[in-house]
Each structure stands twice: as structure tokens, then as C-alpha cells.
């Protein structure tokens, strides 16, 4: 199994900026890709980035220019440096990992997932 959990959240003011952390362990691949997703109250899971060979990065259009998905030398930690906060960006933030190569918006390809960790940026 591999386990994963998300760090780095909390309460911010719009145009600021957190940094969030996951840190996997358990069971390792020789491949695998990590993502972040988001879910609002009331409103459906969905893709923020992600994060696969070759550091090849992928971003929902809502974030693209403010968020930036990174992960250690490792491979273990994967970070969501997040910039330039909006209030439509609150939500649960949680972190994925599957053991594709290449990074996908595809929740159905993600077979592990963090607890998740609230964001709340205030206007």
C-alpha cells in the first residue's frame, strides 16, 4: 500500500500565497506520477496538477500562472506551491499518486489518495 499525507494548508487572504506538501511512503514503484486535486463544498473533486516522467508538469486552466507542482530529489515529497490565492481557490486540497508514468487529470487513474488538507483564502 502506499500511504500519503498532505501538509501546508490553513487560512490566507486573496493575492497570498501557501505552499502545500505531501509526503508518500509504503510501497514503491518504479514509475509512478502524483497530482492535486481540490474539491469545494458541495461541488465534485477536480484537477489541479500534475506531476510525472521527467518532471513533465500538467495544470488545470484555473491555475495555470499561479501554481507551480514540484517534488523533492527523492521523489517522495511532492509540493503545490500556490500564488497569487483567490477565494474561488478554498477548497479541500487533496494529493493522488498512480502508478502511471505520465501525469494525468483523470481522477479514475489515481488509486491512492492523502486525507486532504482545507485551504481558505478570505476576500
Known amino acids: 500500500q502506499v500511504q500519503l499525507v498532505e501538509s501546508g494548508g490553513g487560512l490566507v487572504q486573496a493575492g497570498g500565497s501557501l505552499r502545500l506538501s505531501c509526503s508518500r511512503s509504503?510501497?514503491?514503484?518504479?514509475?509512478?506520477?502524483m497530482a492535486w486535486f481540490r474539491q469545494a463544498p458541495g461541488k465534485e473533486r477536480v484537477f489541479v496538477a500534475a506531476?510525472?516522467?521527467?518532471?513533465?508538469?500538467l495544470y488545470a486552466d484555473s491555475v495555470k500562472g499561479r501554481f507551480t507542482i514540484s517534488r523533492d530529489n527523492t521523489g517522495n515529497t511532492v509540493y503545490l506551491q500556490m500564488n497569487s490565492l483567490k477565494p474561488e481557490d478554498t477548497a479541500v486540497y487533496y494529493c493522488?499518486?498512480?502508478?502511471?508514468?505520465?501525469?494525468?487529470?483523470?481522477?479514475?487513474?489515481?488509486?491512492?489518495w492523502g486525507q486532504g488538507t482545507q485551504v481558505t483564502v478570505s476576500s
Open positions: 493522488a499518486a498512480s502508478t502511471r508514468g505520465a501525469g494525468t487529470s483523470l481522477i479514475s487513474a489515481y488509486p491512492y
Open positions: 509504503g510501497r514503491t514503484f518504479s514509475s509512478y506520477s
Open positions: 506531476i510525472g516522467w521527467g518532471e513533465l508538469t
